[in-house]
């Protein structure tokens, strides 16, 4: 690690609480590499969801042991040192990637460890901030879709949060593996990202307000995603993902299914919260029971069958997700940038859902 420093700056999380727990420090010691991994001087990483929920306490009793936390899930920068065995790339090249969600060393400082088996070359067109944009949400959707969906060729795909990053990735996903239709419900801003970037049709998306029901006074549409599938014909689906979560959204959603083959998978599932309020033992077991209701309340009652995903680093899926982005099979949401040192600002912007896109640091 010639040339690198010993200390760096860094975003960090010393207790639990609102945004202004993130600090920046000066004194952050540089990561050690282990045998696989490489050093990352970090050029851009994301401000996902979890950060923003990890920060406020979620799962406390998983996250409490790592304090003080360094944030941040999705990184692109330029490799500076390599571990012993790490071969794959050279000092010098740009790469992105997601680190783990249970991470505790996250991509909100100067420089990060990352398993090279979980990096990929930088698309050559993409910026760093929109590289940065996509790991994390497109792994998300790869595992929802095509790991717990079983997604297969000329399925039909309903999206509760079709504008979101994860959404519109999804969506992409899905068109690659051949998805007979995608449709679903999407906030009104999203709109024009949606149908000239990621090529939807605007009678397939439910639009619905900021208030989160009623239609906009811009967009005339029913008054329910189920109306406004019966009135453009979107017929019975074989995949339905809900990134938006709560019971509400699922029987929304499972009245959308095939009875008998509708594959209903959420993003908000338990499993993490429950560890996190009550231990891996007691949470985990408590969560399967929890997941076991549902299945079984789900096909007893719907005839569907249903499971929560959770994501997970997938060197094998990634590979496919970069080649999409060199490609130019897959297009980046918008990105919105601040600087490091303004980093309780980016957590702020978030919790408020100011910006359809996705709050990139930059140190």
Not at 98 to 118: I, K, Q, T
Request: aromatic share 6%; with cysteine.
């Amino acid at each position: 690690m010639r040339g690198v420093p010993t200390v760096m700056r860094a975003a960090v999380v010393r207790a639990f609480g609102g945004p202004e727990v993130v600090r920046v420090a000066g004194n952050v010691p540089v990561p050690r590499l282990a045998p696989d991994e490489v050093l990352i001087r970090v050029a851009a990483a994301s401000v996902s969801p979890l950060d923003t929920r990890v920060r406020s306490g979620y799962a406390e009793s998983l996250y409490a042991p790592m304090l003080p936390l360094i944030l941040g899930r999705d990184v692109s920068g330029e490799i500076v040192a390599r571990g012993a065995n790490a071969k794959a790339f050279n000092v010098g090249h740009e790469v992105f990637g997601a680190l783990s969600p249970v991470a505790g060393r996250g991509a909100h400082c100067e420089f990060v460890a990352v398993r090279e088996a979980h990096l990929a070359q930088k698309p050559m067109a993409w910026t760093h901030a929109q590289a940065a944009s996509v790991p994390f949400a497109a792994l998300t959707a790869w595992r929802a879709l095509i790991v717990d969906s079983g997604l297969k060729k000329d399925d039909k795909v309903v999206i509760n949060g079709l504008g979101s990053t994860v959404g519109s990735i999804a969506t992409q996903i899905a068109k690659l593996k051949g998805a007979a239709l995608i449709a679903g419900s999407v906030g009104e801003r999203s709109i024009d990202r949606l149908v000239n970037d990621v090529g939807v049709g605007m009678e397939h998306m439910w639009v619905y307000d900021a208030r989160g029901g009623t239609t906009s006074s811009t967009v005339k549409t029913p008054s329910t995603m189920l109306s406004f599938a019966k009135a453009n014909n979107w017929g019975d689906f074989d995949v339905a993902l809900d990134l938006v979560g709560g019971e509400k959204s699922e029987r929304r959603l499972i009245k959308l299914l095939k009875k008998g083959q509708g594959r209903l998978t959420t993003v908000h599932g338990e499993l993490a919260r429950l560890i996190g309020e009550q231990g891996v033992v007691v949470g985990g077991a408590k969560a399967s029971v929890e997941l076991s209701r549902k299945k079984t309340l789900y096909r007893l009652a719907s005839d569907v069958s249903y499971s929560w995903s959770v994501m997970r680093q997938d060197a094998e899926a990634f590979s496919v997700i970069a080649k999409m982005a060199r490609d130019g099979s897959l297009t980046p949401p918008p990105t919105k940038t601040f600087k490091l040192e303004h980093v309780a600002e980016a957590h702020q912007a978030m919790e408020t859902d100011s910006f359809s896109g996705k709050l990139v640091l930059e140190p």
